[in-house]
């Protein structure tokens, strides 16, 4: 098909949402990514990533500390929930707020409070992710059944935490699947939870190959 045929697919109807698409049912969201068996002729994590380009591959600068900073912030949100809830000041010098006040700030610090929980969770997914890769090319490097099967085994491992902080993420992300913030999100822990699966496919294929 030339360049000039391609059509772009934009799906709609119920699911999870990934940059502005539904892919599949919500349940789909609970599978990990996992295809077959991982063979020999997997490429190397360092050759592969074909879910992201260079453009891509800038999100992934300050990761870290975009994760410290939306676990304050919604730390900081999760406490003004609770003292909406209990009916406390803001300050000591400050009388009690009314209902009114109280059902205002405790609706939007919640609403802050989940948002910014899905950005720590994609980051906290990415995290996860650049773990694991390093974990399978340290395999795929490693000379013995051995010495590849640790970092193999810490790659796998790896990859199922990036999956559950990319599940908590796409849910959390789904409750925002209108903006463009929680189609950002849930782009980015979907590749992340990608990535990370074939990372610990290729960290596999590395330990058949020292069996072989």
């Not at 592969?48 to 994760?67: F, N, T, W």
């Not at 491992?157 to 992300?173: D, I, N, Q, R, S």
């Not at 903006?179 to 058949?208: D, E, I």
Request: charged fraction near 20%; glycine fraction near 8%; charge should be positive.
């Amino acid at each position: 098909m030339s360049d000039a045929e391609h059509r772009e697919q934009h799906n709609h109807g119920s699911g999870t949402f990934v940059g502005g698409d539904v892919h599949g049912g919500l349940w789909q969201v609970f599978l990990p990514p996992y295809g077959k068996k991982a063979t020999s002729s997997d490429p190397a994590p360092a050759q592969r990533r074909p879910e992201q380009d260079d453009q891509d591959g800038d999100d992934y600068e300050g990761r870290l500390a975009s994760m410290f900073v939306s676990a304050w912030i919604a730390a900081s949100a999760g406490l003004a929930v609770v003292y909406a809830v209990m009916g406390r000041p803001w300050t000591d010098n400050e009388p009690a707020p009314g209902i009114a006040a109280r059902i205002g700030v405790g609706l939007v610090a919640f609403y802050v409070c989940l948002a910014v929980a899905a950005a720590f969770f994609a980051r906290l997914a990415q995290v996860f992710e650049l773990w694991s890769e390093h974990c399978a090319i340290t395999a795929a490097q490693s000379r013995g059944r051995l010495v590849a099967r640790p970092p193999a085994s810490m790659s796998r491992a790896l990859a199922g935490l990036t999956a559950m902080a990319a599940v908590a993420a796409e849910l959390l992300a789904s409750l925002f699947g209108w903006s463009s913030f929680g189609g950002k999100v849930a782009q980015r822990a979907h590749l992340a939870r990608l990535n990370a699966a074939s990372n610990a496919k290729s960290a596999r294929a590395a330990t058949k190959r020292r069996n072989a």
